[in-house]
């Protein structure tokens, strides 16, 4: 690996380290009671979109796979993450850990996936500009 390829590995690789880091920090400090909105399980919501947003930085870490690899490593490996944060907070004191913040953890990642998959789909079967419009 050249020195330019790895700066770039790492430039790709850096920001899913970081956006991990984030949620580990937010998950484990004391936050006290967060605002609900009855009826709106914001808790869950706020999970799935935290992690959504984590699938995407893990795909961009691991562009040298292959698409379908690429989707279920990051999907994997979001979902590992947020059974770790679970198991981590299960252990302090002011957190608890919680199976359906795992499971909203584990979906928002798999949302990610499936709307990355949705936009590629949609930019490949983009027919191209025809010659005459221009």
Not at 66 to 81: I, Q, W
Not at 85 to 109: M, Y
Request: no cysteine; aromatic share 8%; proline share 5%.
């Amino acid at each position: 690996m050249n020195r330019s390829s790895a700066a770039s590995r790492l430039l790709r690789v850096l920001p899913a380290v970081l956006y991990g880091s984030g949620i580990f920090y937010g998950g484990v400090i004391d936050l006290g009671k967060l605002p609900e909105t009855p009826g709106v399980p914001t808790d869950k919501l706020l999970h799935a979109l935290v992690f959504l947003g984590f699938e995407w930085w893990i795909e961009l870490a691991l562009l040298e796979l292959r698409t379908a690899s690429r989707r279920v490593a990051a999907v994997g490996l979001a979902a590992l993450v947020g059974l770790g944060l679970e198991l981590v907070q299960s252990a302090l004191p002011h957190r608890s850990g919680e199976l359906w913040d795992f499971v909203a953890d584990a979906v928002g990642a798999l949302l990610g996936a499936i709307v990355l998959g949705l936009l590629r789909w949609l930019v490949v079967r983009r027919p191209a500009p025809s010659e005459s419009s221009a």
